[in-house]
């Protein structure tokens, strides 16, 4: 009798990256809906543009390369790469911001490297970096969070509606929009106010600014989901907190008129978003679990540096695109001691 | 080892199927077709002739270097040929004998106790003795090397931690008395002061065997070790590292680090040696849902597997694949028409219900879900890169040469990309490149030789003509 052969093993676990990719995005959903409440629509019409443009480039990406586009398409991470991206992003930017971002994350972020698996940079921090760098002002115009203001959530999705098809005016945004938490530090302190005026006189709440730690806590939730299903390891999160953390305590403890605490740095910007979702992303990261410590307690350093002795209120961007650029080096320091090799 | 994970796999063991029933024996094959490679990887010089008359136990082929082991008659009758054909390791050099039915033997019992250790260990060698794990690696080299080395602990390897497979559990319970004498033979013939016989905690039965008939022999000398019914909890190097806390060193083999790893099967062979049977059958467990009933079989090396099929009642519905071992490491056979060697552990007869299919490929993220497996904490995803760089120092940088070939890494990438194979494959390569470069240096070596032979005689010659000269000129003068 004939029988078909193939390699062993002949036995799986039967996981995949497009349910890998599944599960980053279902876990990204605590930090949309708590966006969505507290800031209204916007990120909705942000999404509604960045998925369909990820899945357009990535597509045409695989045309022009002479690639087959449907297991590019299926694998879900340009998914990913655009939901992190609209996430990022204020939910009063215009459509084209929102649209070029995502071209240029995965266009030049991702495809001119070789698509999946093979771009150094995370492509949605090249997209949000080009956006940065580019519309300074659009990127900074977050709205003001829905229990600190006088407005509601009706009004906020006509906000989010006429920003998004680029019809607000400069008066339009001035009314909307108010100074995040790390805004209004970065602009208090360099007015020679200390902390507790600055989280008197903009609103700050327990833990950081009243918006943007609901999301950070969102982000904390979804972040342990992805540990506890073991989507992510403990590695890059926990060290990348720990190295924004510590410069922190280290320097509030110095001088707390002039330096937040450890907690608020947590809870501020794209802190847990970064640490559980961005600075994760195996295939930029260092990849060995002492490579991953070194990663993310670089991440976490950098992020603090940027945003105390850096031009921008937030550094976790930059701090992503800056260690991705050592990881192949602290890759090729902290190679595991093979079984039976010299310790 | 304070940072050491746990590596490895839980896996399904699937072993209950075939380890219930007492160990049946395969009918003898009309035709037995002997591989001259019995699964090492080289091919033993065969001894007879189409035409000779051979019995039960006589050497038909013999070892010509370490890696090689002798191969001895399973059947009596006439050598029909020597022809290459398709063996459960790929196609190779087979004797063919036509059974006569006589069983006629040829046994010579060892006097063992009285025996010197080093006649033991040619004595076992001459025998065809060789790992009974799967790999079938001649037992001699191994057992000399240990000698050269005064290694004093023999490790017996009763793990067994690939899924399906369980000859040795089953030859365990149901001969424990010669796995004690083999070791104890073994002992002899190492010089070993000491023996542990490891077993993996999920089988009960077969250490309780073990240990009635080590208490029998009243051999303080041999413990038994209980180690973890994870995969692959047996490979060599880890099970020694597990049993004993020695890590072997890389580049080395175990005897170097004073120790030596048999499977119990080879132990229960060596008993067998002495009592004056070479090594012409083993046991096979023939498995999976694609054979009617499933079971552990004595098989003479050299029966076709179709019979072992047919003697477990025949294929049920069409199966999906046939496995020479188990689903992890095992080799799936193109056609049943092959013979049994001494490196077949386990026919793995499989359905679409017991294996599961590799999903699509995708390209490496790098999740290293490989490397948090891997037994030999290997970089897989960094392997992966060498391989597809091509380039030799990032392979030899992350170990290639280290990948025990398991198969963990294969199991868990959520990529579906054949890391074992590519790895396997690279390893393939670098060998021929590795013997290019001896070649080349060796042909450099010898011209740079041939050079100076020439530079030589053409000086001594220009000398000779010299002094012939001033001689002549002397006499002239």
């Not at chain 1, 939901?83 to 495809?111: D, E, R």
């Not at chain 2, 059947?75 to 059974?99: H, K, Q, Y």
């Not at chain 2, 025998?127 to 000698?147: E, H, Q, S, V």
């Not at chain 2, 552990?345 to 359905?351: F, I, P, R, Y």
């Amino acid at each position: 009798m004939r029988f078909a052969t193939s390699p062993a093993p002949f036995v799986y676990a039967g996981c995949s990256v497009p349910r890998v990719m599944f599960q980053v995005l279902l876990a990204l959903a605590p930090v949309a809906a708590v966006q969505v409440a507290l800031y209204g629509p916007g990120l909705l019409l942000q999404l509604a543009i960045a998925l369909p443009t990820a899945l357009a480039c990535e597509a045409l990406a695989m045309r022009l390369r002479g690639r087959e586009a449907r297991v590019a398409l299926g694998d879900g991470s340009v998914l990913v790469t655009a939901a992190l991206l609209a996430l990022s992003v204020t939910p009063l930017a215009p459509w084209w911001l929102t649209f070029a971002g995502v071209a240029v994350a995965v266009l030049l972020g991702k495809h001119v490297y070789g698509g999946l698996g093979h771009n150094p940079f995370n492509p949605a921090m090249v997209g949000y970096a080009a956006m940065l760098v580019s519309f300074p002002l659009a990127m900074s115009r977050w709205p003001v969070p829905l229990d600190a203001a006088n407005t509601d959530w009706p009004s906020l999705a006509i906000h989010s509606w006429h920003a998004f098809l680029g019809m607000a005016s400069p008066a339009d945004f001035d009314a909307w929009t108010g100074a995040t938490a790390l805004d209004a530090l970065r602009s208090g302190l360099a007015q020679r106010y200390t902390m507790e005026e600055i989280a008197t006189r903009s609103g700050l709440g327990p833990l950081a600014g009243a918006g943007s730690q609901w999301v950070n806590l969102a982000a904390l939730a979804g972040g342990a989901c992805l540990l506890l299903r073991g989507v992510v390891r403990w590695h890059i999160p926990a060290s990348m907190l720990a190295g924004l953390a510590l410069p922190a305590a280290v320097m509030h403890a110095l001088d707390p008129g002039a330096y937040p605490g450890p907690v608020f740095e947590c809870f501020s910007g794209a802190a847990m978003l970064g640490a559980f979702f961005i600075a994760t992303d195996p295939v930029t990261a260092a990849t060995s679990d002492r490579g991953r410590l070194a990663y993310g307690a670089g991440i976490g350093f950098l992020t603090w540096v940027i945003r105390h002795c850096g031009g921008y209120p937030d550094g976790v961007a930059f701090a992503v695109l800056t260690m991705n650029l050592a990881a192949p080096l602290i890759d090729r320091w902290t190679i595991p001691r093979i079984h039976g090799h010299p310790r | 080892m304070a940072h050491n994970r746990p590596r490895g796999l839980e896996l399904p063991a699937h072993k209950a199927v075939a380890s219930t029933a007492p160990i049946g024996t395969a009918p003898a094959p009309s035709v037995a077709a002997l591989a001259l490679d019995q699964g090492s990887g080289r091919a033993a010089r065969a001894v007879v002739a189409p035409g000779d008359r051979v019995r039960v136990g006589t050497r038909i082929a013999v070892a010509t270097d370490p890696s090689t082991t002798s191969v001895h008659a399973p059947v009596a009758g006439r050598v029909l040929a020597i022809e290459t054909r398709p063996t459960p390791s790929g196609d190779g050099p087979c004797i063919l004998i036509e059974n006569d039915g006589s069983d006629e033997r040829e046994a010579a019992p060892l006097a063992w106790p009285g025996l010197e250790p080093a006649a033991l260990v040619a004595a076992l060698g001459d025998a065809g003795m060789a790992g009974y794990g799967g790999a079938a690696f001649p037992a001699a080299p191994k057992l000399a090397a240990a000698r050269r080395h005064a290694a004093r602990h023999l490790v017996l390897n009763g793990a067994e931690c690939e899924p399906w497979i369980c000859c040795d559990d089953a030859l365990m319970r149901a001969r424990a008395h010669d796995v004690v004498l083999g070791a104890q033979v073994l002992m002899h013939a190492m010089g070993a002061e000491r023996c542990t016989v490891a077993i993996q905690d999920d089988k009960p039965e077969a250490t309780a065997a073990v240990q009635a008939a080590v208490e029998a022999a009243a051999d303080a000398r041999i413990a038994i070790a209980a180690v973890s019914a994870c995969y692959p909890a047996g490979a060599e190097r880890l099970l020694l590292e597990a049993v004993t806390g020695i890590e072997v060193p890389h580049g080395t083999w175990p005897s170097t680090s004073g120790l030596l790893c048999q499977n119990v099967g080879t132990a229960a062979a060596a008993a067998g040696v002495v009592r004056g049977e070479p090594v012409t059958s083993r046991v096979v467990t023939v498995t999976g849902s694609g054979v009617a009933r499933p079971g552990n079989l004595y098989a003479r090396l050299g029966t076709p597997v179709s019979t072992l099929v047919e003697a477990c009642g025949g294929y049920t519905d069409r199966p999906l694949r046939l496995i020479a071992g188990g689903s992890m490491m095992g080799r799936a056979l193109a056609t049943d028409e092959v013979p049994v060697t001494l490196a077949l552990n386990c026919l793995l007869v499989a359905t679409a219900g017991d294996l599961v299919e590799r999903g699509t490929e995708y390209a490496c993220i790098r999740c290293g879900d490989c490397a948090d497996v891997c037994p030999t904490r290997l970089l897989p995803q960094q392997l992966l890169r060498g391989v597809v760089a091509n380039d030799p120092d990032v392979l030899e940088r992350h170990g290639l040469t280290d990948c025990i070939e398991c198969g963990c890494c294969d199991y868990v990438c959520p990529s579906a990309i054949p890391l074992t194979a590519r790895f396997r494959a690279a390893r393939a390569e670098a060998r021929v490149r590795e013997s290019a470069r001896w070649r080349a240096d060796d042909l450099r070596d010898r011209y740079a030789r041939h050079g100076q032979r020439l530079e030589a005689a053409s000086e001594a010659e220009r000398r000779a003509f010299e002094n012939a000269r001033d001689r002549a000129r002397g006499q002239g003068g």
